[in-house]
């Protein structure tokens, strides 16, 4: 079972795959800076299994979301913050290994990417789905690292 480093790597070496073998085919050819972002997300979900356990994930995990929440309460987004926080708290409820190592998880954990844009902002599907799909296999690559396919 990797760490957090072998966890980073496992969710880079997949994201390049997935993105080289997609502006191979011609499929997707997104700019540098989406690129990183991808990646950024793909290390996001891989690390977010873990966040049940003290771990750089979790670390990484909570100070994003204590940021944003920040973000939010400044701007006086109170329901958001509030949603951000209930969101926040759903790692502890279980154990290691437990809800949070699951596939059903690593759909469920990253869909905001997706929805919260398109309900707030009227952001397309089309736009979001790469970064949504990013996500989605960082989470994956950690499960599989960990053994959990």
């Given at each position: 079972?990797?760490?957090?480093?072998?966890h980073?790597?496992?969710?880079?070496?997949?994201?390049?795959?997935a993105?080289?073998?997609?502006?191979?085919?011609?499929l997707?050819?997104?700019?540098?800076?989406t690129?990183?972002?991808m990646?950024?997300?793909?290390?996001?979900?891989?690390l977010?299994?873990d966040?049940?356990?003290?771990s750089?994930?979790?670390?990484?995990y909570?100070?994003?979301?204590?940021?944003?929440?920040?973000v939010?309460?400044l701007?006086?987004?109170?329901?958001?913050?509030?949603?951000?926080?209930?969101?926040?708290?759903?790692?502890a409820?279980?154990s290691?290994?437990?809800?949070t190592?699951?596939?059903?998880?690593g759909?469920?954990?990253?869909?905001?990417?997706?929805?919260?844009?398109m309900?707030?902002?009227g952001?397309?599907?089309k736009?979001?789905?790469p970064?949504?799909?990013?996500?989605?296999l960082?989470?994956?690559?950690?499960?599989?690292?960990?053994?959990?396919?």
């Amino acid at each position: 079972m990797p760490g957090y480093k072998g966890h980073i790597a496992g969710a880079l070496a997949a994201t390049a795959t997935a993105l080289g073998g997609a502006w191979w085919l011609g499929l997707y050819k997104p700019d540098p800076k989406t690129m990183a972002l991808m990646a950024a997300l793909a290390v996001l979900g891989a690390l977010f299994p873990d966040v049940d356990t003290s771990s750089k994930g979790r670390h990484l995990y909570y100070g994003v979301a204590l940021a944003a929440d920040a973000v939010l309460i400044l701007r006086e987004q109170y329901r958001y913050a509030a949603l951000l926080g209930f969101c926040a708290i759903l790692p502890a409820i279980g154990s290691h290994r437990g809800w949070t190592h699951t596939w059903w998880a690593g759909l469920v954990i990253p869909s905001p990417i997706l929805i919260a844009p398109m309900m707030l902002m009227g952001v397309a599907l089309k736009v979001l789905l790469p970064f949504y799909l990013a996500a989605v296999l960082g989470y994956y690559s950690h499960l599989l690292l960990d053994g959990e396919f």
